[in-house]
């Protein structure tokens, strides 16, 4: 899995031979975040109030990683971490 925490948009995309990519699906994707066409993606990361669980009623805002899991076939030596671009 790969995973950002960084503001804003991300836009990546996985490096290989298109038969050895059998799938990526998003973590934490909500719309318009999305899983594009020819091996990439596209997610903002935002900060998010969140119940902070200590005091009832009391929240606090965090970032929320986004990520993507990527299925495909190759050898440890062929894997990469993709490229980030914004």
């Known amino acids: 899995m790969v ?7 991300w836009r990546a995309s996985a490096l290989a031979d298109a038969e050895d990519i059998h799938a ?8 318009p975040d ?8 596209r997610a903002t990361v935002r900060e ?3 119940e902070t669980g200590e ?3 009391a ?3 965090v970032k ?4 993507v899991r990527i299925q ?3 050898s440890s030596a062929t894997r990469r971490q993709p490229a980030r671009s914004r």
């Open 3 to 9: 995973l950002s925490t960084e503001l804003g948009e």
């Open 24 to 31: 990526i699906e998003g973590y934490r994707f909500e719309p």
């Open 34 to 41: 999305r899983v594009l066409p020819k091996d990439g993606w």
């Open 48 to 50: 998010e109030m969140m």
């Open 55 to 57: 005091i009832v009623g």
């Open 59 to 61: 929240a606090a805002t």
């Open 64 to 67: 929320m990683p986004k990520g």
């Open 72 to 74: 495909g076939s190759g």
